[in-house]
């Protein structure tokens, strides 16, 4: 488990994404109770079709989930995917580990993520972004970046 003041600092990096017209239209819940954190991997691997038993959050402990609100704003998946890039450049920048992992759509579409929403007084037209899985590196974790690919930038001058 991340510290608190960390995972707070990583949370608030979140806020502070850019959206279109300053709409502000994702939201981040921050689940760490381990039961719900445990659902939710269940129905994502079930969503992904991997066997029993499979984790798709890695044994993080910290999940953090980005939805937007769809009738906030036409930019709500790239205000979406940019509090993501946020909360993971937050965590790398405190040596925190963090992996994007997808199917927060199908989750939130079905009974199950609406369940969640319900029960946390959430309302609104919602559709999940992404997963942020939080933790702390395993020994021998840390990896070398893979090289760029040739052309990824060109210049005009």
Do not use: C
Not at 81 to 89: A, Q, R, T
Not at 138 to 151: D, L, M, W
């Amino acid at each position: 488990m991340i510290g608190e003041e960390e995972l707070n600092a990583i949370i608030k990096a979140g806020t502070y994404a850019p959206t279109g017209m300053n709409t502000q239209s994702p939201i981040i819940i921050a689940v760490t109770n381990k039961e719900l954190r445990d659902k939710i991997s269940e129905e994502n691997r079930k969503i992904g079709g991997w066997s029993e038993g499979f984790d798709p959050f890695y044994g993080a402990p910290v999940i953090l989930i980005v939805l937007a609100d769809k009738a906030v704003s036409a930019n709500y998946i790239y205000d979406g995917s940019l509090v993501m890039g946020n909360l993971m450049n937050a965590a790398e920048a405190l040596g925190i580990g963090s992996i994007w992992i997808h199917r927060a759509k199908q989750e939130f579409e079905s009974d199950f993520g609406k369940k969640i929403l319900k029960d946390l007084g959430i309302t609104g037209d919602f559709e999940g972004i992404g997963h942020v899985a939080l933790g702390y590196k395993a020994e021998g974790g840390v990896k070398e970046a893979a090289p760029r690919k040739e052309n990824y930038v060109y210049r005009i001058k």
